[in-house]
């Protein structure tokens, strides 16, 4: 593999394709706030710990997928393989424990020692939002209700959002028993995930996608006719929020997420221009203990992958968005020139102009092909005879045409 290539499952973002990215960046910044949330950072490492007891020890991101390390100083790290874990431990430092609602999002890459594919990197970004300090299903719908807002304004109003509830941590014991009442005379013919979820995290299997394991699964009972009342109730509402807002679900009954925090509403949007790999985001409320932390951090959010909704923006064909800001390229014809111009430059920049200047003393039809290559709209053209009379040639790139302008009036006359 050539040095130059990035590692595998990661990739380079060149500045052409910048503007695609920031359309997501900018809708998540532009919609969320809407909601009343704000913009949290968290660092990209957290104590290993913080994932082990935050997403569970048994889930499949804990056990394979998980980039962990020891510093200098002896202590385990590990690169955020999710977003929630890592804004959780930053809530223990604000007053949620005291159920004072905080609603933050988040933008940045994360982490996971996955096969490489289409859709799927070891390197990858999201963008997430979590309301944390308070439990209502009126939050839950609000929080996918947001979520489709936010796919609306990245371009993508086609999506099909998927619905269940994983009832509550004491609902769990009579589903897994019928669970694994259900599942003992089928494993052995399963695949051989299933069969270590068996008897570590059983839930998964109903997560399973080897096309053998489909029909087993398919004839599960479901869980939810074990869930209590009090459980099964707060589903309903949600669904009739939803309902009420006029957004389409459809109740996904073997919808489980892949993670042990989550209970009562679980949610996923799926979207066909991925392929094989459907699910563009997904999340729902949870209950997450941390370590030194004797009562869960309760919240609701999601996490969207960018770059599976770039993909789909593809799939749609949706344009990219133009960057119209205008450029300007500074000729200058000699040493005097190009000095005078790298000092026109910053006052131009300073103005809110994009400037670029030519440093090297070279031909004007080499400097012309500079200009077209950046997409400058006008070349200013500036040599002995301009710096004289203290004006520059201004000349459109498009007509062609040409114009004397005094340097004190150019960055009036670039406006007008």
């Known amino acids: 593999m050539a040095k130059s290539a990035p590692p595998p499952g990661t990739s380079d973002i060149f500045p052409e394709e910048i503007n695609q990215w920031y359309l997501l960046e900018d809708a998540a910044r532009g919609t969320f706030p809407l909601y009343g949330y704000g913009e949290l950072r968290t660092p990209v490492f957290e104590y290993t710990e913080v994932f082990q007891r935050g997403l569970g020890n048994e889930t499949e991101v804990v056990q394979k997928e998980m980039y962990t390390f020891e510093d200098r100083g002896g202590r385990s790290l590990t690169l955020r393989p999710e977003g929630t874990a890592g804004v959780m431990r930053a809530m223990l430092n604000t007053d949620v424990m005291n159920g004072n609602e905080q609603r933050v999002f988040y933008i940045g890459p994360m982490f996971r020692g996955e096969r490489p594919a289409a859709g799927r990197r070891r390197q ?148 066909s221009g991925l392929g094989a790999q459907t699910a563009i985001a997904g999340g729902g409320r949870y209950e997450l203990y941390l370590p030194e932390n004797k009562k869960p951090v309760i919240g609701v959010g999601f996490a969207a992958g960018l770059e599976r909704l770039l993909m789909v923006r593809e799939a749609l064909q949706l344009p990219p968005p133009e960057d119209k800001t205008p450029v300007y390229f500074l000729v200058g014809m000699g040493e005097r020139a190009i000095a005078f111009n790298m000092s026109l430059a910053i006052k131009m920049r300073k103005a809110g102009m994009r400037v670029v200047v030519e440093v090297e003393n070279k031909s004007m039809k080499a400097q012309m092909r500079s200009a077209n290559r950046v997409g400058a709209c006008k070349s200013i053209i500036c040599g002995d005879n301009e710096l004289d009379k203290n004006t520059v040639v201004v000349k459109d790139m498009v007509s062609g045409d040409q114009q004397d302008v005094i340097v004190d009036d150019l960055i009036a006359f670039l406006r007008s």
């Open 124 to 271: 990858f970004h999201q963008v997430g939002v979590e309301n944390v300090g308070r439990m209502a299903p009126e939050l839950d719908a609000e929080c996918v209700a947001m979520l489709m807002h936010y796919l609306e304004a990245v371009g993508i109003s086609d999506a099909k959002l998927m619905l269940n509830t994983r009832g509550v941590m004491e609902d769990r014991t009579p589903a897994e028993a019928a669970l694994r009442e259900y599942f003992a005379p089928h494993i052995a013919a399963m695949c051989d995930d299933c069969k270590a979820r068996f008897e570590k995290n059983i839930w998964r299997i109903l997560d399973c996608k080897v096309e053998q394991c489909q029909p087993v699964i398919d004839a599960a009972p479901e869980v939810v006719s074990f869930f209590s009342e009090s459980s099964r109730n707060y589903f309903k509402r949600v669904c009739e929020i939803l309902d009420s807002l006029n957004i389409a679900y459809q109740i996904e009954p073997r919808l489980v997420r892949g993670l042990d925090y989550y209970v009562h509403t679980v949610f996923e949007v799926v979207h």
